[in-house]
C-alpha cells in the first residue's frame, strides 16, 4: 500500500490523525477528522475561538517532526486579531493557518466545542480540621520615645501577650507591609501564622477571611478545589486538561521527549505551571475572592508529574531503579511554582512512594485509610493512565504501580473519546438480539426511551467514553459476541447485521448514526491490555501479601468512579469480592490533597504511613508477565469468581475443567440466587 504524499497532521488531545491535502486550514482538517474544534464567525478569524497551538519538535512516538513552518506564515488576519484582541505567541487562528507539512496540533480546551466534563469530584471523609495557617488579630503597643524596640518586635510580644505565640519569624514581604498596616489599622492588625512559627501576612484592622486550593496534577486533568481554610467549605471547584499532553498521552511518552529534547523537561514544567496559574486563577474568580487571600496550596501528583511540577528532570524515572529525586513532602512558597496568590503563600507536596508510585497514591492512602482497616484486606485502585494499588490494612501495607496506558479515558479506541456531552456512558446488550441500548452523557434516557432522540439531536452522539467502552465490551462478552480470550465471534452475523466485516476481523455497531460508532477487534485488544496490567499489579500485591481475594475494594479516580463494578468484574478488571463492598471513592487523590491542605494532623500522619508502606516494582517483578498474560481472558483465564457469578451468568469458558461439570449441575441453584440478590437491586 503506497503511502499518502499529503501532509499527516495528528491533533491532541483527541488523537485523531490523517492525511490532508496541503493547503487546507487547520480547522477544516479539524472538521474532516471529526476533531472539536469552535468556531462562530465563519472562518472570518474575528471570534478567535478557534485557536490553537503547532507542536515544535521531533515526536518519534508518532513519527513525524513538527515545527512552526508546518503551518503558513503568520497572515494579516491574525496580526489583526492579536492588534485588537490579543493572541498569544504561541496560538494561530484555525481558520486562517493552513497546513503545509506534518504537523501536530493542540487543540485547547477553551477551543473545543464540548469540553471536556471533569468529573473528579470530591467525597470527603470526616476528619478533624488542623489549619495550616492560623488568623490573629492584636493591637500593638504604639512606638515611644522611651522604648525604641522595632515595630515587628512589638508586634511578636501583642502575639505572644494575646495568643501565646513565641519564637516567631516572619516574610519579609511582611516587614515591608507591616508599618503601613499598623498605620492604617490604628495599631490593630491581623496577621496570618504558618505552623505556628511563621507570619506570612498583616492586613490592617480585623481580616476575617483565608482560603486555600487542593490540586490533583494528573496526567490527563488538573482538578483543583478552593475552600475556606478555616470550616473547609468548597467554594468552587474546576478542572482542565493538562496541556503536557501534547508531549505525550502517557507518561513515559513525556519522559522520552524529556530525554530527547534539551529543554523539554523545563518547557513540559512551564507548561503546566501555566496551566496551573490559570486554574488558580479561575478558582478565584469563580469563588468571587481575590488571589491574594490564597495563602496556603496543595498538590498531588504521580511521580513524573511530580518532577515535573517541582522543575525536577523525570528521565531518572524513565529506567530502573527509577529513581526519585525525594520521596519526602516538599514545601515551597507557591510563587516557586508560578501561582500567582498572597505572596506568602506556602505549597506543601505530599511525599511520593517510590519511583511510580507518587504523591497521587499517598492522597489515596489519606483519603481512603487502608492502612486504618481492623483485620480485612482493602484493595483501592486509583484507575488511570497508570494505576496505582494499594492493598493491606493497619498491620501492612502494600503499593504499586500498573502502566494501564490510556484506553481506559477514551483514547486508543476506534471512537474513543473524554468524558463530554455526548459521549455513550452505559450500554446494555440484549443476550437474545445482540441489539444495544445506551445512555450519553447530558441525558438521563436510554436510547430505546422515548425522548431520546430529542436529547441526542441536541447534544449529538460523539463518541464512547472510558466507562462506556468498558460496559460495552462486558456486556458483549457477557452475550457471546466476544469469546473469553478477547475475539468477536464474526459466526454471529448470520444473527445479527450489528457484526460486520472489518478487514480480517468484525466489529460490533453500536451506533449505527452519524457518526457510525463501531467496537472493533483492535478497541477490545486496547482494553485487554489495559485491564491485565492492571489485573496483574493487583496480583502481585496479593502474592506478596500471601492472599487470595480482598474483603473490599474502592475504585477511586476520574475514570475509576465512572465505572460499573459489575462490569468492572467482568473483564476482569479487578478480583473477585463481594459486589456489595465494591464502590466508587471519586477522586480520592485530590480529597487526599484537600484534606492535607486543611490539617497539619492528616500532613504528619502521611509522612508516617508512606516511609512504612512496602513498595513492589512491577516492571522488574518475574511474576507480572505470567499474571498478566492470564488476565488477558475475560475475566481471567485461571481464576475464580463465585461471587461474581451469584450475580451474573458467565460463558462457558472454553478451557473447561472436569470442574465445570460440577458448576452446570449446580447452575440452576445459582440463578435462583441471582435472582434473589437481583431483587433488592435496581439495575437498569
Given at each position: 500500500m503506497t503511502r499518502s504524499t499529503d501532509p499527516l497532521v495528528i491533533f491532541t488531545p483527541s488523537g485523531r490523525r490523517g492525511h490532508i491535502p496541503a493547503g487546507t486550514t487547520v480547522l477544516d482538517a479539524?472538521?474532516?477528522?471529526?476533531?472539536?474544534?469552535?468556531?462562530?464567525c465563519g472562518a472570518r478569524g474575528i471570534c478567535g475561538r478557534c485557536q490553537v497551538s503547532v507542536g515544535v519538535g521531533t515526536f518519534p512516538k508518532h513519527g513525524i517532526t513538527s515545527s512552526a513552518e508546518s503551518l503558513s506564515p503568520f497572515g494579516d488576519v491574525e496580526a489583526g486579531y492579536r492588534a485588537e484582541k490579543g493572541l498569544a505567541a504561541d496560538r494561530r487562528l484555525g481558520c486562517t493557518a493552513t497546513v503545509l507539512a506534518d504537523c501536530l496540533v493542540d487543540v485547547p480546551q477553551e477551543s473545543q466545542v464540548h469540553r471536556q466534563v471533569v468529573r473528579k469530584g470530591l467525597d470527603v471523609r470526616t476528619f478533624e480540621i488542623d489549619p495550616i495557617v492560623r488568623l490573629h488579630y492584636v493591637e500593638v503597643e504604639r512606638p515611644e520615645l522611651a522604648s525604641p524596640s522595632g515595630d515587628l518586635i512589638r508586634l511578636y510580644e501583642a502575639l505572644e501577650r494575646e495568643w501565646g505565640l513565641t519564637g516567631l519569624e516572619s516574610d519579609l514581604h511582611v516587614v515591608r507591609a507591616l508599618q503601613p498596616a499598623?498605620?492604617?489599622g490604628d495599631y490593630a492588625v491581623t496577621v496570618a501564622v504558618h505552623e505556628g512559627r511563621t507570619v506570612?501576612?498583616?492586613?490592617?484592622?480585623y481580616h476575617e477571611d483565608l482560603f486555600g486550593v487542593a490540586i490533583d496534577v494528573g496526567s490527563t486533568t488538573l482538578a483543583g478545589h478552593l475552600v475556606r481554610l478555616s470550616n473547609g467549605e468548597v467554594l468552587a471547584s474546576s478542572g482542565v486538561m493538562n496541556p503536557q499532553i501534547r508531549f505525550g498521552e502517557d507518561l513515559m511518552s513525556r519522559v522520552s521527549y524529556a530525554m530527547l529534547h534539551p529543554e523539554g523537561a523545563g518547557e513540559m514544567t512551564r507548561t503546566v505551571r501555566a496551566a496551573l496559574k490559570a486554574l488558580v486563577t479561575a478558582l478565584a474568580r469563580d469563588a468571587g475572592i481575590d488571589r491574594t487571600n490564597i495563602l496556603e496550596l496543595a498538590f498531588v501528583g504521580n511521580p513524573i508529574m511530580h518532577h515535573l511540577l517541582l522543575g525536577i528532570d523525570p528521565t531518572p524515572l524513565g529506567t530502573a531503579p527509577f529513581a526519585l529525586a525525594t520521596d519526602r513532602a516538599v514545601?515551597?512558597?507557591a510563587v516557586e511554582l508560578g501561582?500567582?496568590?498572597?505572596?506568602g503563600a506556602r505549597a506543601y507536596v505530599l511525599p511520593c512512594i517510590a519511583g511510580h508510585v507518587g504523591a497521587d497514591t499517598a492522597g489515596v492512602i489519606l483519603a481512603e485509610t487502608p492502612h486504618r482497616a481492623e483485620g480485612e484486606v482493602r484493595l483501592v485502585v486509583d484507575v488511570g493512565t497508570n494505576a496505582e494499588i494499594v492493598l493491606g490494612n493497619r498491620d501492612r501495607l502494600l503499593a504499586a504501580s500498573s502502566p494501564t496506558g490510556p484506553a481506559f479515558e477514551g483514547a486508543q479506541i476506534s471512537s474513543g473519546q473524554r468524558a463530554a456531552p455526548g459521549a455513550i456512558e452505559r450500554v446494555r446488550v440484549d443476550r437474545e438480539t445482540l441489539e444495544p441500548r445506551f445512555r450519553i452523557i447530558g441525558s438521563e434516557l436510554w436510547s430505546d426511551e422515548p425522548?431520546?432522540?430529542e436529547a441526542a439531536a441536541e447534544l449529538g452522539v460523539s463518541g464512547i467514553c472510558g466507562s462506556g467502552i468498558v460496559e460495552v465490551i462486558a456486556e458483549l462478552f457477557l452475550a457471546g459476541v466476544i469469546t473469553a480470550d478477547g475475539i468477536i465471534d464474526g459466526s454471529l452475523a448470520e444473527r445479527t447485521a450489528r457484526i460486520v466485516p472489518d478487514g480480517r476481523t468484525f466489529s460490533y455497531v453500536l451506533h449505527d448514526g452519524e457518526p457510525r460508532i463501531l467496537v472493533t477487534q483492535n478497541d477490545v485488544r486496547a482494553i485487554q491490555l489495559a485491564k491485565a496490567a492492571l489485573y496483574a499489579g493487583t496480583r502481585l500485591l496479593m502474592d506478596h501479601a500471601g492472599i487470595d481475594?480482598?474483603?473490599e475494594v474502592r475504585l477511586a479516580g476520574a475514570f475509576g468512579s465512572q465505572i460499573d463494578p459489575l462490569h468492572a468484574m467482568v473483564l476482569g478488571l479487578i478480583p473477585d469480592c463481594d459486589l456489595d463492598r465494591v464502590k466508587a471513592a471519586g477522586n480520592?487523590?485530590?480529597?487526599g490533597a484537600l484534606i492535607a491542605l486543611l490539617s497539619a494532623t492528616a500532613r504528619r500522619e502521611i509522612e508516617d504511613v508512606t516511609r512504612m508502606v512496602e513498595k513492589i516494582e512491577t516492571a522488574v517483578e518475574p511474576r507480572f508477565q505470567e499474571h498478566f498474560v492470564d488476565a488477558l481472558a475475560f475475566p481471567h483465564k485461571r481464576a475464580p469468581f463465585p461471587n461474581l457469578e451469584l450475580r451474573v451468568e458467565l460463558p462457558k469458558r472454553a478451557n473447561a475443567d472436569a470442574g465445570d461439570g460440577a458448576r452446570r449441575a449446580d447452575r440452576g441453584e445459582r440463578r435462583r440466587r441471582r435472582e434473589v440478590a437481583a431483587a433488592s437491586r435496581n439495575r437498569p
Open positions: 479539524a472538521r474532516t477528522l471529526g476533531v472539536d474544534i469552535d468556531s462562530v499598623l498605620a492604617e506570612t501576612a498583616v492586613w490592617p484592622g514545601r515551597t512558597w501561582i500567582t496568590a498572597h505572596p425522548g431520546f432522540a481475594a480482598v474483603d480520592s487523590a485530590g480529597t
